[in-house]
């Protein structure tokens, strides 16, 4: 991938939820893509041909597509899920064929993202620059992506486990986590940092957020049930953490996505 451009604008910014494309298999019909495309996977998982190239789609990752004739582009989900789209031109390319990255340990990256569609939706005054910053800072994140060998990542894993298990059912203290992984909690902090950029609590709580943020897609819950769910002490903390995470509150959120079906 060349990182060795500018964007030159940002056509549009989506979410696209589970519901919209029920189907199993989707097959798109443009001859061109106008603009280039980078997609958050936010949940599901897929197969996606495009001009030849297989790409397998999982929560965590990007997906690239570049501008240019498009031959083939198909979508075939094996899991129905969640994925925000930007619309974006450059002024060289950032390459000729699609690709997808893995980026399911950077968890900073989801935030961007989430971010950067609420700015685009809502367009208050200077959005533009606030969208263009924030896909700057994307494209920062994928440069920078860092790797943790084996030999640490075992460490880690037992206290992913636990937090995977537990963080919608109970608080999770660092120390168990430490515990789980058999290493002190300050090692622990800090390969949370290395891995993820923040520590143990930060990172159960972005969790919390994201579960949060596709509850709220349902629209079948409230706020109050939604802090409830996601195991949140009241609602006003949880919105606090929701508008810090995010950039707008609960009930901002849900009438942005909404706007932009």
Known sequence: MNFD?????????IMVGKEEYPEQTT???ARRLIYNELIFHISGRA??????KELATLPGTVRFLPSGECS?????????????DVFFGTDKPISDEAFVLDMSGRESLAPLFKKLFCAFVAKDEGYRFE???LLYKIFAELQKSTYIPDSK???LKPALDVIQRDFLEKEIRTAVLAAASGISESYLKRLFIERFGVPP??????????HAASLLRLERYTVTQIAH???????????????????????QFIKKYRSSK
Not at 5 to 13: A, G, K, P, S
Not at 72 to 84: F, K, L, N, S
Not at 229 to 241: A, E
């Open 229 to 251: 769910l996601c195991n949140f002490s009241d609602v006003y903390f949880f919105s606090r953490q929701f508008k810090e995470y995010m950039g707008v509150t609960p009930t």
């Open 5 to 13: 451009f500018l964007i030159t604008d940002i056509h549009r910014v």
């Open 47 to 52: 197969k996606v041909v495009f001009n030849g």
């Open 201 to 210: 609590k930060k990172y159960i709580i972005q969790m919390k957020i994201s």
């Open 153 to 155: 990542f075992r460490f």
């Open 27 to 29: 097959v798109f019909k």
């Open 72 to 84: 083939e582009y198909r979508v075939e989900r094996m899991e129905q899920g969640d994925c925000i």
């Open 131 to 133: 969208c263009l910053s």
